[in-house]
T-cell receptor, first 115, second 111 residues
Framework: DTAVSQTPKYLVTQMGNDKSIKCEQNLGHDTMYWYKQDSKKFLKIMFSYNNKELIINETVPNRFSPKSPDKAHLNLHINSLELGDSAVYFC??????????????FGPGTRLTVL | DAKTTQPTSMDCAEGRAANLPCNHSTISGNEYVYWYRQIHSQGPQYIIHGLKNNETNEMASLIITEDRKSSTLILPHATLRDTAVYYCIVRSGGSQGNLIFGKGTKLSVKP
């Protein structure tokens, strides 16, 4: 069974469209994350949710809206897509947030291409 | 969270030990050292973490110097599948969970 899964794996869309990426974890973890990896391969945190509540929101345009319907899911909705949004988006989860329990499990990534 | 410094790239012969260094001279007492790796086109993968003592698991060993200002990740018998970018990350025990990834070390294991 896949621990952290994301759908879709690839997403190609036009500028200005609205799209969603879904993430699910079956590890029973309390905390979930979204990271963005750009073309230069830098991996940066975007959001973090703990028990369905937002705990980290880095400097991300408000076109990006995470939604956590339950602890096992953290979806990312993106409005009015721009060329600069093209990247690989990774979902991750962990048991908790403290240093001892922050082993994060990452999903396979969603490669978003905005044309 | 403290900053880390790693070599940009390293080579290792297949079957030999790969020793990946990390400098974290500004680390504070409650900060953990984490190692992750990212194999091409995959999500990052947790390897190991430690606070003060050396740690070993089925993947690797982590050696932390007594002053905690540097550490070394050891892959005892590197295989071609260990070719990846290895990230050393320092995080406080009370931080909110996000990992701050640097540029990492690109390890190339060669036959």
């Amino acid at each position: 069974d896949t621990a952290v899964s994301q759908t879709p794996k690839y997403l190609v869309t036009q500028m200005g469209n609205d799209k969603s990426i879904k993430c699910e974890q079956n590890l029973g973890h309390d905390t979930m994350y979204w990271y963005k990896q750009d073309s230069k391969k830098f991996l940066k945190i975007m959001f973090s949710y703990n028990n369905k509540e937002l705990i980290i929101n880095e400097t991300v345009p408000n076109r990006f809206s995470p939604k956590s319907p339950d602890k096992a899911h953290l979806n990312l909705h993106i409005n009015s897509l721009e060329l600069g949004d093209s990247a690989v988006y990774f979902c991750a989860s962990s048991q908790g947030t403290s240093g001892r329990f922050n082993e994060q499990f990452f999903g396979p990534g969603t490669r978003l291409t905005v044309l | 969270d403290a900053k880390t410094t790693q070599p940009t790239s390293m080579d290792c012969a297949e079957g030999r030990a790969a020793n990946l260094p990390c400098n974290h001279s500004t680390i504070s007492g409650n900060e953990y050292v984490y190692w992750y790796r990212q194999i091409h086109s995959q999500g990052p993968q947790y390897i190991i973490h430690g606070l003060k003592n050396n740690e070993t698991n089925e993947m690797a060993s982590l050696i932390i110097t007594e002053d905690r200002k540097s550490s070394t990740l050891i892959l005892p018998h590197a295989t071609l599948r260990d070719t990846a970018v290895y990230y050393c990350i320092v995080r406080s025990g009370g931080s909110q969970g996000n990992l701050i990834f640097g540029k990492g070390t690109k390890l190339s294991v060669k036959p």
